[in-house]
């Protein structure tokens, strides 16, 4: 499962202009909003997420994240951008595992022009791209800062818009995460897929962050606003 980007691949990706909402279009911006709350400090927790997102073999649901070679495993930075990436190859694996065909997938899967195949499907159609916008790590208490990550998303991807997660901290050594997407599809094909397939997988993404940094962090897996249904 691929997660290096080729030096061709990152070429593309740093042509690729931002995607701003534009409240002139006739498709409408909307918000998908999502809380969890953290039995952990603010610090703590978002250690945790951001050791979680870097993850060179970090899996979240059906979505890998593609870097270049010099990023893999490298925290992220203001202005880097990246890849996010469906597998096919997981949602193979996961959907023949335990069945009398799953060897016989897994031979499928080995074989290289099936491998190059399945890579250019989703490069071409099953993946977003995106830039860090904003990363606030240490904020600054007495100029009201939070906790703060924000990308916006670049052409290729079928939304224009961002997500920003914040995490505040709260009383008793907790933290709340509050996860922002502001969106606005960019044309009816990408409006009917995202409302109907997309948007779960986009929420399945958030959950699966977030519960991965809890455990990494060594704390009670966190209880949100995402039905249990989209993870």
Same mark, same amino acid.
């Given at each position: 499962?691929? *997660? ?17 909402? #534009? ?11 999502? @809380?969890?709350?953290? @039995? ?11 050791? =979680? ?11 890998? =994240? ?7 495993? &490298? #925290?992220? @930075?203001?202005?880097? *951008? ?11 694996? !996961?959907?023949?595992?335990?069945? *009398?065909?799953?060897? !016989? =997938?897994? !031979? ?5 022009? &099936? *491998? ?6 989703? #490069? ?8 860090? @916008? ?68 986009? #929420? ?5 962050? &977030? ?14 606003? &995402? ?5």
């Amino acid at each position: 499962m691929e *997660r290096e980007l080729s030096p061709a691949a990152e070429r593309k990706l740093m042509l690729r202009a931002p995607l701003p909402v #534009d409240s002139r279009r006739s498709i409408a911006i909307k918000r998908d909003v999502h @809380e969890y709350w953290i @039995e952990a400090d603010a610090d703590l927790f978002v250690d945790a997420f951001r050791r =979680v997102i870097a993850d060179p073999q970090g899996l979240f649901g059906l979505i890998r =994240v593609k870097r270049p070679a010099g990023r893999m495993g &490298i #925290d992220f @930075e203001p202005g880097e *951008r990246f890849q996010g990436c469906y597998s096919i190859e997981e949602a193979l694996k !996961r959907r023949f595992s335990g069945s *009398r065909h799953q060897a !016989r =997938v897994a !031979r499928l899967l080995a074989f290289w022009p &099936i *491998r190059k195949a399945m890579g250019w499907v989703e #490069d071409r159609l099953l993946s977003d791209y995106a830039m860090i @916008e904003q990363l606030v790590l240490s904020p600054d208490a007495s100029r009201g800062e939070i906790h703060t990550l924000r990308y916006c998303y670049l052409e290729g991807t079928p939304i224009a818009g961002s997500t920003t997660y914040f995490v505040e901290s709260r009383a008793g050594h907790k933290c709340l995460l509050r996860q922002v997407l502001e969106y606005q599809e960019i044309n009816g094909l990408a409006l009917a897929v995202f409302q109907r397939v997309t948007l779960k997988m986009h #929420d399945q993404v958030v959950h699966v962050q &977030i519960q991965k940094a809890a455990e990494r962090a060594g704390i009670p897996s966190p209880v949100g606003t &995402i039905p249990v249904g989209y993870t």
